[in-house]
C-alpha cells in the first residue's frame, strides 16, 4: 500500500489550498484619486481578488461603481471603506494572512525568488498598494511580511496589481467564471457579444469607468 | 553534416529577432484623462514597450512628465502625441507590424491561443489601448489583427496592457536594464536605496505621479 510520506502530504494540502488576495489602498484623496482607485479595484475584481479594502477614508461614489459592476457582471467581489490601515493589517495578520507591499524600491519579481517564498509560505495575501508616498513604516517588518517590485522603475499602482495579481494566480484567475452575472462576454475574434439573463429586468450597465 | 531544414531555420529567426511593442492611446481626453493616460504611459515604459502614440490629441504636460522619467531613470522610451489613429495604424502595417486592439470583448489571453498566434507572427506589435468607448472600426480587420481580452470583465486600459506585456515579453521585461539612467533603484527586501550617477547635475525627480 503506497502511504504518503510528509512531503506528499504537504504539497497536496499545498496544492487544496486556494490561497486568497485582498487588496488594500492606502492613500486615497477623493478628489484626486477617484479615477485610478476605481481603475485599481476593478483591475483587482478582474484579476482574481475576493476584494479591495480602501483604507481610512470612504467614498461611496467609488463605492457604488465597483458594487454596481459585481451586481451585472457577477462574483463575490467586497468592497469595504474607511478602515484604518493598521487595523487591516493586524487583523490580516491575526488571521494569519501575509502582507505584501508593492513597491518600486522592493525585491523585483522577475530577478529574485520573492513571488516563490510568497507562495511557499502558502498563506493568503493583502496586497499593499499606495496612491501617494507610502509611511516609511511600510517598508518594516512589523508592516509588510514581503515588499515587491513589479520592476524598479517608476510606474503604475494600477499597471503593478495587475501583473502581481496575474503572477500570483498563474494565470488562473483570468479564466475564472462570475457567479450569478446579469450581463456576461462572450470571447469573439471579431466584434462585440454580449449575453443578458433573460426574465430580468437588469437595466444596464452603461456607468462610464 | 547537420543542415537546417526550412522549420528549424524559421525557428530559429523567430527566436533571435526580438519583436517590439509600441502602444496607442486612444480617446484621451486632456481634462479627465491626464493621470490614467500618464500611468499607461509609465507602464509602458516599465513593462518593456519602445514607446507611445497619444493619437489626434496632444498633451504637452503628459509628455513631459514621461520624457523626464525617461530622462531620469533612463532607456530610450519615446512619447508621440498629435498623430491621427488612422495614420498611426497604417504606417505600422507598412512596416509590417501586427496591431492588437485590447478589448473585454476580444479572444481571452488565457483561455484562447490568441498569444501562441501573435508570437508565432513574429511581428512587432502596436497594441491599442482606448480610454473612452472606441469605434466598431477598431474591432474590424482593416484596424486590428487581433481583438485581445485580458479577461472577459469590464477593468482597466492601465492593468490590462501590464498584464498583456508581461505576457508578451514572457516576464523578461522587468529584467531589462535602462541605460543612461541619472537616478537607479538598488533593490531591497526593506526600505528604500536609490543610486544617483556622480559627477552630474541631477536635480531629482520629485514629480508626484
Known amino acids: 500500500m503506497w502511504k504518503e510520506n510528509s512531503t506528499a502530504r ?10 486568497k488576495a485582498v487588496v488594500l489602498r492606502w492613500g486615497h484623496r477623493p478628489s484626486r484619486d477617484a479615477r485610478l482607485t476605481t481603475h485599481v479595484a476593478l ?6 481578488a475576493s476584494g479591495l479594502i480602501l483604507s481610512d477614508v470612504e467614498d461611496q461614489k467609488i463605492k457604488e461603481t465597483v458594487d454596481e459592476v459585481t451586481q451585472f457582471w457577477g462574483g463575490t467581489f467586497f468592497f469595504e471603506m474607511g478602515i484604518p490601515w493598521r487595523k487591516a ?10 502582507v505584501v507591499h508593492l513597491t518600486a524600491y522592493g525585491e523585483n519579481v522577475e530577478t529574485s525568488d520573492v513571488l516563490h517564498r510568497i507562495e511557499a509560505s502558502g498563506k493568503s495575501v493583502l496586497v499593499i498598494v499606495g496612491s501617494q508616498k507610502v509611511p516609511a513604516e ?9 515588499n515587491v ?46 449575453v443578458k439573463k433573460k426574465n430580468r429586468d437588469i437595466g444596464f450597465f452603461r456607468k462610464e469607468i
Chains 1, 2 share one sequence.
Open 10 to 19: 504537504s504539497r497536496k494540502s499545498e496544492k487544496e489550498a486556494v490561497p
Open 43 to 48: 483591475a483587482a475584481r478582474a484579476l482574481g
Open 89 to 98: 493589517v493586524s487583523d490580516w495578520k491575526t488571521k494569519n494572512g501575509t
Open 138 to 146: 511600510f517598508f518594516s517588518e512589523a508592516v509588510s511580511d514581503f
Open 149 to 194: 517590485a513589479i520592476g524598479n522603475q517608476p510606474h503604475s499602482e494600477c499597471a503593478g496589481l495587475a501583473v502581481f495579481l496575474d503572477r500570483f494566480f498563474r494565470g488562473k484567475e483570468l479564466a475564472r467564471s462570475f457567479q450569478s452575472w446579469k450581463v456576461s462576454i462572450v470571447p469573439q475574434r471579431r466584434g462585440k457579444r454580449i
